[in-house]
């Protein structure tokens, strides 16, 4: 399985920019770089997901590396409901299936 | 609808009993899967279904036999079980066909074995 490697814990304050990074260096060509986060005693959420181009959406911003070995989830105002594990996904082929395996993830404090 | 519904939310059962923990979906997802996450840790992944079919074992105890009965139901029985199986488990689904597809997961079943 294509590995992922994150800081285990990050604080910011509220109203702040959050960036959360992430690195990938054995990614292969065909692999997406998923983000999802999991609030306390809730199922993970599906938060941004990206290839090659950096992605925006309604809840965050992606950044990809150039060599793709690297990114980060930006969240452009943390809130206290932004407090989650935070996990970077390769979303990879395994044969004609599609894996979706997390790694330990970033736990993001947000304080007041 | 966006929801993947799970239940029971708790369950507790003892190292003799069978239950098993249900999974529903309406977004018209074929594909299914099943995780374990123990506290503090990540997902693990168990099982991988693929258009009603099992696509992916990650070489999981037999007390642990998953089913898909149709393309909106997933269960996952369970028998013999140890207090270790204790966890709470995940029921995830996305479209099929995809690596930039999202997945879509529930509020997860908490088992507790006594």
């Known amino acids: 399985d294509a590995k992922t490697t994150q800081p285990n814990s990050m604080e910011s304050n509220e109203e702040e920019p959050v960036h959360l990074p992430c690195n990938h260096s054995?990614?292969?060509?065909?692999?997406?770089i998923h983000w999802y986060r999991q609030l306390p005693s809730q199922g993970p959420e599906y938060v941004i997901h990206g290839l090659t181009s950096n992605v925006n959406n309604r809840m965050a911003s992606l950044a990809i590396a150039e060599d793709r070995k690297s990114s980060t989830l930006i969240l452009h105002r943390a809130t206290l409901r932004d407090a989650a594990v935070y996990y970077c996904i390769l979303r990879e082929t395994a044969g004609s299936n599609y894996k979706l395996t997390f790694g330990k993830g970033t736990l993001l404090t947000v304080n007041p | 609808d966006t929801e993947v519904t799970q239940t029971p939310k708790h369950l507790v059962m003892g190292m003799t009993n069978k239950k098993s923990l249900k999974c529903e979906q309406h977004?018209?997802?074929?594909?299914m899967y099943w995780y374990k996450q123990k506290a503090k840790k990540p997902p693990e992944l168990m099982f991988v279904y693929s258009y009603e079919k099992l696509s992916i074992n990650e070489s999981v105890p037999s007390r642990f036999s998953p089913e898909c009965p149709n393309s909106s139901l997933l269960n996952l029985h369970l028998h013999a079980l140890q207090p270790e199986d204790s966890a709470l488990y995940l029921c995830?689904?996305?479209?099929?066909?995809?690596?930039?597809?999202?997945?879509?997961f529930g509020q997860g079943t908490r088992l507790t074995v006594v």
């Open positions: 995830a689904s996305s479209q099929e066909g995809g690596l930039s597809t999202e997945a879509f």
């Open positions: 977004m018209g997802h074929r594909a």
């Open positions: 054995t990614i292969s060509g065909t692999d997406y």
